[in-house]
């Protein structure tokens, strides 16, 4: 397993530590999105958990990608369902 990094803090006068992993393409999609769109709620994606061939964020630029320049997206959401 690959820790990229671990978070610790106290809680209740107990030290605890929280061990991080990024998933698959992170760095990539979070390079690539900022600069699509301007706020990004939530996006649903299928669990990747300790997956390293999950691919589900580098899967959703495109779609993410179709609505770049598009006043109302509807229509591209609408094609989904």
């Not at 610790?8 to 393409?25: A, G, I, M, Q, S």
């Not at 999105?33 to 990004?40: D, K, Q």
């Not at 709620?41 to 630029?61: A, V, Y």
């Amino acid at each position: 397993m690959v820790l990229h990094y671990t978070v610790n803090f106290d809680y209740e006068k107990e030290e605890h530590n929280v061990y991080v992993r990024f998933r698959p393409h992170l760095k990539e999609f979070l390079y690539e999105v900022p600069g699509l769109f301007e706020i990004i709620n939530e996006l649903l994606i299928k669990s990747w958990f300790s997956d390293p061939s999950d691919e589900e964020l580098i899967l959703l630029l495109p779609f993410l990608k179709s609505f770049v320049g598009v006043d109302d997206g509807q229509h591209i959401l609408k094609k989904c369902i």
